[in-house]
């Protein structure tokens, strides 16, 4: 009876909050740092696509950090 008032999270649940963040985590990093990059091709006028592969590079590093240091993955 008191299991049914408290019901208790599956692992699927959790997994897909996790992958969720994982994804959640490289877009938004891989994104916001490749525009970052962009903006720096922009404004210092370097060759095309150089500040955005590597603004990408660095978001994409960045992301694993966080989701190594948050996730605990």
Do not use: C, N
Not at 8 to 28: F, M, P, R, T
Not at 41 to 67: N, Q
């Amino acid at each position: 009876m008191a299991d049914d008032l408290h019901p208790q999270k599956s692992d699927d649940a959790s997994s897909e909050g996790v992958a969720g963040s994982v994804a959640g985590y490289l877009i938004a990093g891989i994104g916001v740092w490749g525009f970052l990059g962009w903006l720096a091709d922009r404004w210092l006028g370097l060759p095309s696509g150089v500040g955005i592969v590597t603004g990408m590079m660095i978001g994409a590093v960045g992301a694993i950090y966080l989701i190594i240091r948050r996730l605990g993955a």
